[in-house]
C-alpha cells in the first residue's frame, strides 16, 4: 500500500484561510445573489448614487445660496448657476442638496415609527389574541377607515404653527401604522402554529422569548421590505402636505420646492429649471424605492426566488 502525494494542482487548490476563504464564502455568494435580484442592486445603486451625489456636493457648492435674495432672480441654468435660480433669488442646486435629504429624513423617521409600532401591535394582537387582541383590531379597522392625509391636515392646522422635519416625519408614522399592523399580524398568526414555535412553548419559553428568539428573526427580511414599502409612503404624504402649503415654509423641501412652483408659477413664466430637478428627484426616489421593495419582496418570498 503506497501513500499518495499531492500533486502540485491539488496543492494549489487546498483552501488557504484569510481572505482567500473570506472571498470564497462572501463575495462569490453576493455576486450570484446581485444576479438573482437584479432590482435590489438597481435600486440601491440608485438612491445611494442620489445621496453621493448630495454629498459631494455639500463638499463643492454654497449651500448658503438657498436663502432668498442670496442670488439674482429668475437666471436660466449657466455656469456659475447650474440648476439655475427662482423668483425669490435663491440658488436651485442649493435647494437640491439641501432638500433630497431632508425630504428622505422626513420619510424615513415615518417609517420607521409606523413599522415600529406596527410591529409591537401586530406581535401582541396576534400572539397573545384575546382581549388584547380585539381591542388592537378594533383600532386598526378604525384607523383604516378614516383617511390618514385628512387627518394630518387637520392635525397641522390645530397645531397653529409649521412642522419641524422630525415633527412631520412623527405626525405621519403615528396616522399609518394601522396598514403595517394589519399586515404583519397576518404573518405573526401563520407563525404561530408553526411546529418549531409550539415545541418552544412546550419547552416552557416564555412568550416574549419565543417572539424574539424565533418568530422576530423569521420576519426580518418581511419587515425591512415593509419599512421600504411606508418610507414611500411617508415621502407621498409629507410632498402632498408641503404641496398644499402645510409643510415649513424655510424648509427646502422637495415639497416645498413644489409648493413655490405653484405659488409663482414657474410653468406659467416659462421657468422650466424651476421644476424640472425637483421632479426628477422625486421620480428617482420612488423609482430607487421601488425597486429595494421589489427586491426586499423576493428576498422575503421563498415562492417569488430565483435560481441562478
Known sequence: ?????????????????????FNEERIVPIKKYAV?????????????????????????WDTEMFRPLSTPTRLAPTAEH???????????????????PLTLRI????GV??????????????YYRGVIDGAIRSIVDVGLAMPALLILILVRINVGRELSTDEMGIAIGLTSWVFPARTIRSQVLVMREQAYVELSRLSGTSGM????????????????????????????????????????????????????????????????????????????????????????DEWSNPRLRKRV
Open 107 to 110: 420619510g424615513l423617521i415615518a
Open 1 to 21: 500500500m503506497t501513500d499518495s502525494v499531492a500533486s502540485p494542482t491539488q496543492m494549489n487548490k487546498a483552501p488557504s484561510g484569510g481572505w482567500d476563504q
Open 209 to 296: 422569548g419565543i417572539i424574539f428568539k424565533e418568530m422576530m428573526p423569521n420576519l426580518i427580511p418581511y419587515i425591512t421590505a415593509s419599512l421600504v414599502a411606508s418610507v414611500a409612503g411617508a415621502i407621498l404624504a409629507s410632498i402632498g402636505l408641503e404641496a398644499i402649503g402645510l409643510g415649513n415654509l424655510s424648509d427646502p423641501t422637495l415639497g416645498m420646492t413644489i409648493y413655490w412652483n405653484i405659488q409663482f408659477s414657474s410653468i406659467t413664466l416659462g421657468m422650466w429649471w424651476w421644476w424640472v430637478p425637483p421632479l426628477v428627484a422625486i421620480v428617482i426616489v420612488f423609482v430607487s424605492l421601488f425597486l429595494i421593495s421589489s427586491g426586499l
Open 36 to 60: 438573482r435580484n437584479p432590482s435590489l442592486i438597481v435600486g440601491l445603486v440608485l438612491l445611494f448614487g442620489m445621496l453621493f451625489l448630495v454629498g459631494i456636493g455639500h463638499l463643492i
Open 82 to 100: 447650474p440648476f439655475g435660480t427662482d423668483t425669490q433669488g435663491r440658488d436651485l442646486l442649493a435647494i437640491a442638496i439641501l432638500g433630497t
Open 113 to 126: 415609527v409606523a413599522i415600529g409600532l406596527g410591529t409591537v401591535a401586530a406581535f401582541l394582537s396576534a
